[in-house]
């Protein structure tokens, strides 16, 4: 079993920048790939970005590529979210979630997620 928990959400004007930190604890997280989800109102979870089990290879969404960078310190069993140039549409809550599988955009193929921490992006 992993747990994780996300914190850093907020709270931001458009144009500013929020730091996600998402903590695992149960088992070592570099055994495992990790992913960003997140949730709008109304709206099905979507994959945001994604960072294999050394870090060496991430994967965005088109929405928020150039924007968001996903990084991990697996000493400290961490995986963070950059979150720069906010725009409203970013407005969700943000997941992260563990996957034993090879890195994958696809939410279902996750085995563990977080309880999500809420971003709000006002114009």
């Known amino acids: 079993q992993v747990q994780l928990v996300e914190s850093g959400g907020g709270l931001v004007q458009a144009g500013g920048s929020l730091r996600l930190s998402c903590a695992a604890s149960g088992r070592t997280l570099s055994n495992y790939a990790m992913g960003w989800f997140r949730q709008a109102p109304g709206k099905e979870r979507e994959f945001v970005a994604l960072i294999s089990r050394s870090g060496i290879s991430t994967y965005y969404t088109n929405s928020v590529n150039g924007r968001f960078t996903i990084s991990r310190d697996n000493a400290k069993n961490t995986v963070y979210l950059q979150m720069n140039s906010l725009k409203p549409e970013d407005t969700a809550i943000y997941y992260c979630?563990?996957?034993?599988?090879?890195?994958?955009?696809?939410?279902?193929?996750?085995?563990?997620w977080g309880q999500g921490t809420q971003v709000t992006v006002s114009s």
């Open positions: 979630a563990a996957t034993r599988a090879n890195p994958t955009t696809g939410r279902e193929l996750y085995d563990y």
